[in-house]
């Protein structure tokens, strides 16, 4: 077996053959990697109510990638609710209407019907997950459609109460939590900036506020998906995608720890273009075999000449019997693991530059694959 470590680097020559063979390793576990990474980000199903014109679809749109409330295909789920999806994007939107209508307890009694029939289900990419009921700051009251509404929908999922079009509290939030007691706690928002006649600013608020509590309610196995699909919070999505490379390093450590001489180089391969894919899947990037292939070709030989050494050094002293085997093992799973912390903390920090200097948009994967391998060969050097 061609003698690899970690990372694909290549042994004391570190030629082009050898990297070459590397990076077919991890071209050959791109097709799982991708399906898989996909997989385990699951999807995230959001019931959103509200009035005609609270501002729901300027909610949606500044908070989830895609402008899902414009873009998305919708289709209708019952009477007065539509689901909103987008290729690409782990999220459901059920947008529901008609709260304004004198038969709103019909509408809320079809919608309970509903989420009650889909929160049966097996499959919890079935569930809707958690629900936004929208309340506009300007009515200054609170409905009984929006009373009747979270009553019957607290008994199936986690509400929050979402004050939009925010200027000016006046105790009025106060006021939403002591009457519809069922809310886990009322945000106020401001989804877009405003301009008033004066001249003065009042800028977006509270969308983060949101996203954190919704990330400390929704399921577990739904919290990949939210951080990924949302576009207000990179902390959300650094923190997801930091857990997958924690994860990665521990099973590198592990498959370094076999006393086989050179056996964990071919094992290794797969983990590490999981945890690309794992990583650009938290963050909502559109994972897929073409991505992962401009993102890996070339980021591997980048760095193969300056650390390879280390990994071979471990590897090789697996030949020595007794204490050589388990001392080899253990030096090399620590090497594995702290260069794959390093290699997944450095592609994290490449997409929250990108993303941070452009928020409206997702970075291509020609400019995170350049960016990326910049990255790497400057930490090499």
């Given at each position: 077996m061609?003698?690899?470590?970690?990372?694909?680097?290549?042994?004391?020559?570190n030629?082009?053959?050898?990297?070459?063979?590397?990076e077919?390793?991890?071209?050959?576990?791109?097709?799982?990697?991708?399906?898989?990474?996909?997989?385990?980000?699951?999807?995230?199903?959001i019931?959103i109510?509200?009035?005609?014109?609270?501002?729901k679809?300027?909610?949606?749109?500044?908070?989830?990638?895609?402008?899902?409330?414009?873009?998305?295909q919708?289709?209708?789920?019952?009477?007065?609710?539509?689901?909103?999806?987008?290729?690409?994007?782990p999220?459901?939107?059920?947008?529901?209407?008609?709260?304004e209508?004198?038969?709103?307890?019909?509408?809320?009694?079809?919608?309970?019907?509903?989420?009650?029939?889909?929160?049966?289900d097996t499959?919890?990419?079935?569930?809707?997950?958690?629900a936004?009921?929208?309340?506009?700051?300007?009515?200054?009251?609170?409905?009984?459609a929006?009373?009747?509404?979270?009553s019957e929908?607290?008994r199936?999922v986690?509400?929050?109460?979402?004050?939009?079009?925010?200027?000016s509290?006046?105790?009025?939030?106060?006021?939403?939590?002591?009457?519809?007691?069922q809310?886990?706690?009322a945000?106020r928002?401001?989804?877009l900036?405003?301009?008033?006649?004066?001249?003065?600013?009042?800028?977006v608020?509270?969308?983060?506020?949101?996203?954190d509590?919704?990330?400390?309610?929704v399921?577990?196995?739904?919290?990949?998906a939210?951080?990924?699909?949302q576009k207000i919070?990179?902390?959300?999505?650094?923190?997801?995608?930091?857990?997958?490379?924690?994860g990665?390093?521990?099973?590198?450590?592990?498959v370094?720890?076999?006393?086989?001489p050179?056996?964990?180089?071919?094992?290794?391969?797969?983990?590490?273009?999981?945890m690309?894919a794992g990583?650009?899947?938290?963050?909502?990037?559109?994972?897929s075999?073409?991505?992962l292939?401009?993102?890996?070709?070339?980021?591997?030989?980048?760095?193969?000449g300056?650390?390879?050494?280390?990994?071979?050094?471990?590897s090789?002293?697996?030949f020595?019997?007794?204490?050589?085997?388990?001392?080899?093992?253990m030096?090399a799973?620590?090497?594995?693991?702290?260069?794959?912390?390093?290699?997944?903390?450095a592609?994290?920090?490449?997409?929250?530059?990108?993303m941070?200097?452009?928020p409206?948009r997702?970075?291509?994967?020609?400019?995170?694959?350049?960016?990326f391998?910049?990255?790497?060969?400057?930490?090499?050097?």
């Amino acid at each position: 077996m061609n003698q690899v470590s970690a990372f694909g680097q290549a042994g004391s020559n570190n030629s082009a053959q050898e990297v070459e063979m590397i990076e077919s390793d991890l071209f050959s576990a791109i097709n799982d990697k991708v399906n898989e990474s996909l997989k385990s980000r699951g999807k995230v199903n959001i019931l959103i109510a509200g009035k005609t014109g609270v501002g729901k679809s300027t909610l949606i749109n500044a908070v989830f990638q895609g402008n899902l409330a414009q873009t998305g295909q919708g289709r209708p789920v019952t009477t007065q609710t539509r689901e909103i999806t987008k290729e690409g994007i782990p999220v459901s939107i059920f947008d529901t209407r008609g709260l304004e209508i004198a038969e709103y307890k019909e509408t809320i009694g079809g919608l309970a019907a509903f989420i009650a029939e889909r929160n049966s289900d097996t499959y919890p990419m079935k569930h809707v997950h958690i629900a936004w009921v929208c309340i506009s700051e300007g009515s200054r009251r609170v409905e009984d459609a929006e009373i009747a509404l979270v009553s019957e929908l607290a008994r199936f999922v986690p509400i929050i109460g979402v004050i939009t079009q925010a200027q000016s509290d006046r105790g009025f939030k106060n006021e939403v939590i002591s009457i519809i007691p069922q809310v886990r706690n009322a945000i106020r928002v401001r989804a877009l900036e405003e301009q008033l006649d004066s001249g003065h600013v009042i800028p977006v608020m509270g969308l983060e506020d949101l996203i954190d509590l919704t990330m400390d309610l929704v399921p577990e196995g739904q919290k990949n998906a939210m951080a990924a699909a949302q576009k207000i919070s990179i902390k959300h999505k650094k923190e997801r995608a930091t857990k997958i490379v924690a994860g990665a390093a521990a099973s590198a450590a592990t498959v370094a720890l076999s006393p086989i001489p050179f056996s964990d180089a071919a094992l290794l391969a797969p983990i590490q273009v999981g945890m690309l894919a794992g990583v650009s899947s938290a963050f909502g990037l559109p994972v897929s075999k073409a991505f992962l292939y401009t993102l890996i070709s070339g980021s591997f030989s980048a760095v193969a000449g300056s650390i390879g050494g280390r990994a071979l050094v471990a590897s090789a002293m697996k030949f020595i019997p007794g204490v050589g085997t388990v001392a080899g093992g253990m030096i090399a799973a620590g090497v594995a693991s702290t260069l794959t912390t390093t290699f997944g903390m450095a592609y994290i920090s490449v997409l929250v530059k990108l993303m941070e200097s452009n928020p409206d948009r997702l970075p291509s994967a020609e400019e995170i694959a350049a960016s990326f391998k910049s990255t790497l060969k400057s930490q090499a050097g």
